[in-house]
């Protein structure tokens, strides 16, 4: 860059700059959020026209159909959270992601449990996504994590997510946390805790920092339910036996406190 563009750089009005970053790529885009404050302050408006234009572009039209992504009310955050949703590749093969990309189906094939992986895993930091499971959840519907290790296809009805060392995960129907073929106790912890409903709003919240995995249920917090993770890669996963159960994820970034 020449010393004249690196001194105007900063002086770009939005509305070039708007025209400018258009034609860019989301890698172009994130470099150029690191020229100077002034495309960094426009960049970090995440509802301006660019990410407007972004979303649009690559998130398909049907999530916009209903409220599935009113959980994140800005374009980026909904273009965040669409490159974070199930990856169609890391699925069993009764398992299909539905055009709004955000929903999986799962086919109603007898004895046999099956899940999905989101797309990104993590390894640093806090990440928080919700979980809405629509449809009944038969004898095994567990929510959780897992590494690329963990089995994503088994047959019978069993709790895959937590049957092995790869994956930690919250079985909705029991109640029961699962961790390496193991119940780990009743979550959460509470007399007759009630079980969930189908429509019920679940968010898993990673701590990667301090090793933790716990969930809230319709914005109430529910506690830590597994400690001393691992240093691994995780990933956002489920597991259902259910024919024709769908279940959506949206990323929603890291979680609020409080």
Same mark, same amino acid.
């Given at each position: 860059m020449d010393e004249d563009l690196i001194e105007y750089a900063p002086n770009?009005?939005?509305?070039?700059?708007?025209l400018i970053f258009s034609y860019l790529k989301l890698q172009d885009l994130r470099n150029c959020a690191l020229v100077c404050k002034n495309w960094n302050?426009?960049?970090?408006?995440?509802?301006? !026209?660019?990410?407007?234009?972004?979303? +649009?572009?690559? %998130?398909?039209? !049907?999530?916009?159909?209903?409220?599935? +992504?009113?959980? %994140?009310p800005s374009y980026k955050a909904k273009l965040r959270a669409f490159f974070h949703a199930w990856n169609p590749f890391d699925c069993s093969r009764h398992v299909y992601i539905k055009p709004n990309g955000f929903t999986l189906h799962?086919?109603?094939?007898?004895?046999?449990?099956?899940?999905s992986r989101g797309k990104i895993g993590f390894k640093h930091g806090r990440h928080a996504w919700e979980v809405r499971w629509e449809g009944p959840l038969g004898t095994v519907a567990v929510v959780g994590i897992a590494t690329k290790d963990a089995a994503i296809q088994c047959?019978?009805?069993?709790?895959?997510?937590?049957?092995?060392?790869?994956?930690?995960?919250?079985?909705l129907v029991d109640n029961l946390l699962l961790h390496n073929g193991d119940a780990h106790g009743i979550y959460p912890l509470l007399n007759n805790?009630?079980?969930?409903?189908?429509?019920?709003?679940?968010?898993?919240?990673?701590d990667c920092d301090d090793n933790t995995l716990s969930f809230e249920k319709n914005y109430e917090f529910l506690g830590v339910a597994f400690t001393d993770l691992p240093d691994k890669m995780y990933y956002p996963t489920v597991a259902a036996v259910y024919g024709n159960t769908e279940i959506s994820m949206v990323y929603l970034g890291p979680p609020l406190d409080g």
């Open positions: 770009i009005p939005d509305n070039v700059l708007e302050r426009f960049l970090c408006d995440e509802n301006n !026209e660019v990410w407007r234009a972004q979303c +649009l572009q690559k %998130v398909p039209t !049907e999530a916009f159909k209903n409220d599935l +992504l009113s959980v %994140v799962r086919n109603p094939v007898a004895q046999s449990t099956d899940g047959h019978g009805y069993y709790a895959l997510l937590g049957a092995d060392d790869q994956s930690w995960g919250w079985n805790a009630p079980k969930y409903k189908v429509g019920e709003r679940i968010r898993v919240i990673l």
